[in-house]
């Protein structure tokens, strides 16, 4: 299995541009968490999902930001208007949702400029 | 709400020594716990997962304990080695939803 898998690694932007990032499950997860890790706040949840069904986006800081999993495998971040403050690594993780512990994707390092 | 703290947050040894990091949660009705490891630069790495009902794991010189009446769980590092050097995250399971994860500790191993 290649693991979780995220797309694209790096992204540099400018502000008020649309930013989708992307990943893909493990095969057999059906559990997907969307994080965003910088130095001063650590690794915050964003959004997850469950059976591809949404089940905590109180994370998520503001309405320029929106996920989507439209399949089992599959899940995509979206922020529209980017703005520098949204600068992170934003990572993705799958797991079981009985408990298997969680397995990250590499991170996208987001750059808004 | 779960809060999860890691003491110490930084540390610095020697090769060869064994190591202890801590880490605390205030909600003992967790499902499991994690550690992971990040590299600066790097994504997560996967660890050691203890579930609720376990006491230990082990993995080659890793051994994790869990005493969830306390809330506390330690990461020991037999032997360290240069290439251990990174930064430690617990991350305490909630039943059913999401992990939560301390602030890390942030270790440095000297040849």
């Known amino acids: 299995d290649a693991g979780v898998i995220q797309s694209p690694r790096h992204e540099v932007t400018e502000m008020g541009q649309e930013v989708t990032l992307r990943c893909k499950l493990i095969s057999g997860h059906n559990s997907l968490f969307w994080y965003r890790q910088t130095m001063m706040r650590g690794l915050e949840l964003l959004i997850y999902f469950n059976n591809n069904v949404p089940i905590d986006d109180s994370g998520m800081p503001e309405d320029r930001f929106s996920a989507k999993m439209p399949n089992a495998s599959f899940s995509t971040l979206k922020i529209q208007p980017s703005e520098p403050r949204d600068s992170a690594v934003y990572f993705c993780?799958?797991?079981?949702?009985?408990?298997?512990?969680?397995?990250f994707g590499s991170g996208t390092r987001l750059t808004v400029v | 709400k779960q809060e999860v703290t890691q003491i110490p947050a930084a540390l610095s040894v020697p090769e060869g020594e064994n190591l202890v990091l801590n880490c605390s949660f205030t909600d003992s009705a967790i499902y499991n716990l994690q550690w992971f490891r990040q590299d600066p630069g790097k994504g997560l790495t996967s660890l050691l997962l203890?579930?609720?009902?376990?006491r230990e794991q082990t993995s080659g010189r890793l051994n994790a304990s869990l005493d969830k009446s306390s809330g506390r769980s330690t990461l020991y590092i037999a032997a360290s080695q240069p290439g251990d050097s990174a930064t430690y995250l617990c991350a305490v399971g909630l039943s059913g939803q999401n992990f939560v994860f301390g602030p890390g500790t942030r270790l440095s191993v000297l040849p």
């Open positions: 993780a799958s797991s079981l949702w009985e408990g298997g512990g969680y397995t």
């Open positions: 203890i579930q609720s009902s376990q």
